[in-house]
C-alpha cells in the first residue's frame, strides 16, 4: 500500500538553527509529494509540494526535493525561527488526490 | 472568516450516544474530505465528496459512521452507537478538484467516556 514514514521527534532547535526532517514513502504508483505544517491552534495548512521526480517544493525558507531514486521528500530549512515552531507533516497522493500522512514531527525552536 | 469551519470544536459523551459534526468548507470548493486523527499520529483518511456524490469511503469507517453533503455545500458526519476507541479528532478539508492542496478546519475533538 501507500504510506509515508517521516522522522519522530520531537526536535528541538535554537534559532538560526539548520532544520532537516527525513520523509520516506512507499506507493504503488507516481505520487505527488507534500509538506503540511500544523501551528498551534491552528488547522493543517499546505507549505509545499512536488508533483514530479527532481522537482523541488520551497515556501518560507522551507525546502523539499522529490527524489524518486531513494523515495524521499526530506525538509529543509536553513535558519529556523521561533515562528517555525510546529508539527510538520510529510504526505503523499496519487492521482486522486487522496493523501496519505505521515506521523508528524513536532519542532520546536527557542531563542 | 471564509476558511473551512467546524463545528462543535469539542465534543464530550458517553459511550453509546450519537454525535453529528459538520462542516462548513471554502464555498468555492467541490471537494469535501473527512479526516481521524489521534494523538501522535497523522491524519487518516475516512471520506470525500466531490459536490454532493460521496466518492470513496475508507475501511476505518464502520456502519456506525455516516457522513452527508445534501447540497454540494456544507457536510455533516454522524457516529452512532459511540465508543471509546471513536476518541479522536475529526477534521475536515475542502480543496478544488484536481490540486493538492487542501484546506483544513480546526477540527472537532471527540471524547467518548
Known amino acids: 500500500g501507500n504510506s509515508v514514514t517521516q522522522m519522530e521527534g520531537p526536535v528541538t532547535l535554537s534559532e538560526e538553527a539548520f532544520l532537516t526532517i527525513n520523509c520516506t514513502y512507499t506507493?504503488?504508483?507516481?505520487?505527488?509529494l507534500f509538506w503540511y505544517v500544523q501551528y498551534p491552534g491552528e488547522g493543517l495548512q499546505l507549505l509545499l509540494k512536488?508533483?514530479?521526480?527532481?522537482d523541488k517544493g520551497s515556501n518560507k525558507g522551507f525546502e523539499a526535493t522529490y527524489r524518486k531514486e531513494t523515495t524521499s521528500f526530506h525538509l529543509e530549512k536553513g535558519s529556523v525561527q521561533v515562528s517555525d515552531s510546529a508539527v510538520y507533516f510529510c504526505?503523499?497522493?496519487?492521482?486522486?488526490?487522496?493523501?496519505?500522512f505521515g506521523a508528524g514531527t513536532t519542532v520546536t525552536v527557542r531563542a | 472568516d471564509t476558511g473551512v469551519s467546524q463545528d462543535p470544536r469539542h465534543k464530550i459523551t458517553k459511550r453509546g450516544q450519537n454525535v453529528t459534526f459538520r462542516c462548513d468548507p471554502i464555498?468555492?470548493?467541490?471537494?469535501l474530505y473527512w479526516y481521524r486523527q489521534t494523538l501522535g499520529q497523522g491524519p487518516e483518511f475516512l471520506t470525500y465528496?466531490?459536490?454532493?456524490?460521496?466518492?470513496?469511503k475508507s475501511r476505518l469507517l464502520s456502519d456506525r459512521f455516516s457522513a452527508e453533503r445534501p447540497k454540494g455545500s456544507f457536510s455533516t458526519l454522524e457516529i452512532q452507537r459511540t465508543e471509546q476507541g471513536d476518541s479522536a479528532m475529526y477534521l475536515c478539508?475542502?480543496?478544488?478538484?484536481?490540486?493538492?492542496?487542501?484546506?483544513f478546519g480546526e477540527g472537532s475533538r471527540l471524547t467518548v467516556l
Open positions: 504526505a503523499l497522493s496519487l492521482n486522486d488526490y487522496k493523501l496519505s
Open positions: 478539508a475542502s480543496s478544488f478538484i484536481n490540486t493538492g492542496e487542501l484546506f
Open positions: 464555498s468555492e470548493h467541490n471537494r
Open positions: 512536488a508533483t514530479k521526480a527532481d
Open positions: 465528496f466531490q459536490n454532493e456524490a460521496q466518492l470513496e
Open positions: 506507493a504503488t504508483g507516481y505520487p505527488s
